[in-house]
């Protein structure tokens, strides 16, 4: 059975957990073509996964851009189906959201479309899943109706929900064959915005971790916090640094490393330097997959201060390796994190609040083990990769042959 993977750009390092997927969907016996609208930057293949995966990834957009190869799917797609390629132009100036330079957009999503759906028929792909509801989920939608090639897609959040209606959710779920959701959170949102006879066809398929790869720290003095993520405004990194202001009073050996890199890292680096903090917070950079399992082993606690989340994977890699956690009780966040059995949740922005649960976890070390191996069980209960994309494989299975599964969750 082959399928394709389609996100907007592949393999990011942030994105491991689309990589995890692909792998275990692979050893299910599915042939995956990955695909991506656009190429990563060479700070991402930080791996040899990352690498292997983007030796063997298809780019629309460098291709869309190549005139005779472009032509050629254009022509092609006249050939065998105008009437697919005029109903893809319909629908792609249909759900523009209106002006000209979202218009351009649209066209241009469209002639990417095109020309992934004459690579997917060349490759005899069966089905095409997306992952994130936003561009790349525009271009496999257009591509449906060009090629005829059913498509589904995994919706995250929380970007998506706070434009529906400029990227069209309710067109996308409605003419996917399925939607996986990440949480019941998110499965709720595309509710908002679908009609309820689309309901059943959205489950819940979580992101999920290879526990094996993870283990507890080999000893916790109990001072030393990571952060893994982009070091971008949605991460809340400020109020984490306001927090370690009054935390250096009752701690003062308490230590920060940020694993990532992105827009705001040398504003970032500014603002520790301000105020006074440069002594304690490290910046590292991206690291791949096996440094970051590397990295867990030797903090006591991770931290992630954000104020808008899907459900993070980097928490439950922390909470695979033993490690509490304090974070923010946002979106999805609680349905991995049970505050004070596996972690803190804190209000999202509050400095104080955030100063106050990570003094409570330094304060207690036997509590925070017990938090860990809380953490740990829950992952494993709910979000193994090998469990989720089991689940996603029967999903896809069920689809492609017209015998859809009808439960919410596999393990229903």
């Not at 190429?39 to 291709?63: C, D, I, K, M, S």
Request: glycine share 8%.
């Amino acid at each position: 059975m082959k399928i394709a993977y389609l996100t907007g750009e592949y393999p990011r390092a942030t994105d491991t957990f689309i990589q995890r997927e692909v792998a275990q969907l692979r050893t299910q016996g599915f042939e995956v073509q990955t695909c991506s609208i656009r190429r990563t930057g060479v700070e991402h293949l930080v791996g040899p996964e990352q690498r292997a995966e983007a030796a063997n990834t298809f780019y629309v957009l460098a291709a869309t851009a190549r005139p005779l190869r472009s032509l050629r799917a254009h022509f092609g797609a006249l050939r065998r189906n105008p009437g697919g390629w005029w109903r893809g132009l319909k629908l792609a100036l249909k759900t523009s959201p209106g002006g000209v330079k979202a218009g351009l957009y649209q066209l241009f999503y469209f002639a990417e479309a095109v020309v992934l759906a004459d690579e997917l028929r060349a490759q005899g792909v069966q089905h095409l899943h997306n992952h994130i509801a936003k561009a790349s989920c525009t271009v496999a939608m257009l591509c449906r109706e060009i090629g005829g090639i059913p498509y589904s897609f995994t919706m995250h959040g929380p970007d998506i929900f706070f434009e529906p209606i400029r990227w069209r959710l309710d067109e996308k779920i409605a003419r996917a064959s399925f939607v996986a959701c990440i949480s019941d959170f998110c499965r709720s949102q595309g509710m908002v915005f679908s009609d309820p006879s689309h309901w059943d066809k959205m489950h819940i398929v979580h992101c999920g971790v290879e526990p094996a790869r993870y283990q507890p720290p080999s000893d916790r003095p109990g001072t030393r916090a990571l952060f893994v993520g982009r070091l971008a405004a949605v991460k809340g990194i400020p109020v984490l640094f306001q927090a370690m202001q009054g935390l250096l009073r009752d701690h003062p050996d308490f230590r920060l490393t940020l694993i990532g890199d992105g827009p705001e890292r040398q504003a970032l680096e500014a603002q520790a330097q301000r105020m006074g903090l440069s002594d304690h917070v490290d910046f590292v950079g991206y690291k791949s997959q096996d440094e970051v399992a590397q990295a867990l082993t030797q903090h006591d606690l991770l931290v992630l201060p954000s104020f808008a989340e899907g459900v993070p994977v980097v928490l439950m890699e922390a909470m695979a390796a033993e490690l509490p956690v304090v974070t923010t009780q946002i979106a999805g966040v609680p349905e991995l994190v049970q505050n004070g059995l596996s972690g803190r949740l804190v209000p999202p922005g509050d400095a104080e609040a955030l100063r106050a649960a990570l003094d409570e976890v330094l304060r207690d070390p036997a509590r925070a083990a017990e938090m860990g191996q809380a953490g740990r069980a829950r992952v494993l209960d709910q979000f193994d990769i090998q469990k989720e994309a089991a689940w996603l494989g029967t999903l896809l299975r069920g689809y492609i042959a017209g015998t859809p599964p009808t439960t919410k969750r596999g393990d229903a």
